[in-house]
């Protein structure tokens, strides 16, 4: 028994003449220049600097003219408009981006506390991360099952939102200390709470779109997920460099000129291994450094859950159905209607389990 699927045959020309090239040149540049300017700015250049403003200003104007595009003039947009006509969609796009950006954060920068506060050495880092890593794979498998079960998922977005809110305020309490049994903790409670949100979001989109809609939903649900993982990892490297950079005299003042300039500013990140070599007094104040810089970013992470949190209560709930419909693909079967207008069939239900 083979599963059988409808396959259009695109002819070739055809095909790349209906990709979205001009809404994918527009979003693509003006998203790497934006995080060209977050990236910059504060650190290697003041924000007021031109080469900021200009990252910064240039990448706002592109998107938003690709904004414009996508809406008013692509026949098949990168990101169709319509998916955005209501309340739940938006909502529910925006707990995946602010899941997105606050999953990262754990497994980008949790390594970098365990190297330049704790000492650990690279490959002792990865296996402290681990409770994070399991606690994660295991409650979005028990999610997928429980999903599957009861047809639900409203429930545990929201449970699982406010899972990460715990988890991540109790990061914040991570101190220059040596505390593992506190380390390991947190980090269960915080990938708990990240675990389910990995699929049940999709589902929650999914089930409000029309067929003809779903590929372009899910797309774009992985687009701003993975925008998310990007501009978090700039927005925390500028929140800890820009810490550092304020510590910078104190710093300086600590170490002399030339190992306080190694482990300040844009140079913190890069020299941890340095940092967990220091002893005495010296090790004491670039470990307590470290760990003030990294739990300013850590309370960033915890409120964007809490933002998130928020926003999970405005998703609506809708019951997953069992029934399997068939689906015709490709470009003949679009309907002539504008292609940011919800399909006249948005609301209905589409089987996922």
Known sequence: MVLKLHNPQTPLWEGLFAIDWIGSATVVSGTVLLLLGLELGGVTYP??????LGFVLSGTFLLGLGGVYLSCFARYPLIPFGLFASRSNCATFAVAFVHGFVLISASYWLPLYFQAVLGATP??????????????????AMAGWAIHRTGSYLWLIV???????????LLVDLGPERNL????????????????????????????VSPQDMAAATSTFMFLRQMATAISIVVGGAVFNNEMQRQSQAIAAAFGPDLG??????????NAARVAQLSGEQGDAAREAYSTGLQRMRIVYAACAGAGLLLSLLIRHRRLSKEHEKHRTGLATLPDRPRNS????????????
């Open 261 to 270: 300039d190694m482990i300040s500013g844009h140079h913190a990140a890069s």
């Open 181 to 208: 049994a506190k380390a390991v903790l947190y980090q269960l409670v915080a990938g708990a709470g990240i675990g389910p949100n990995s699929q049940a979001t999709l589902i929650a989109i999914q089930t409000t």
């Open 342 to 353: 919800p399909a006249a069939d948005g609301g209905k239900e589409v089987g996922q389990i």
């Open 123 to 140: 490959l002792q880092s990865g296996i402290y991360l681990l409770p994070y890593a399991l606690s994660l794979s295991l409650t979005s």
């Open 47 to 52: 924000w007021d600097a031109p080469i900021v």
């Open 159 to 169: 449970g699982a939102m406010a899972l990460t809110v715990l988890g991540f305020g």
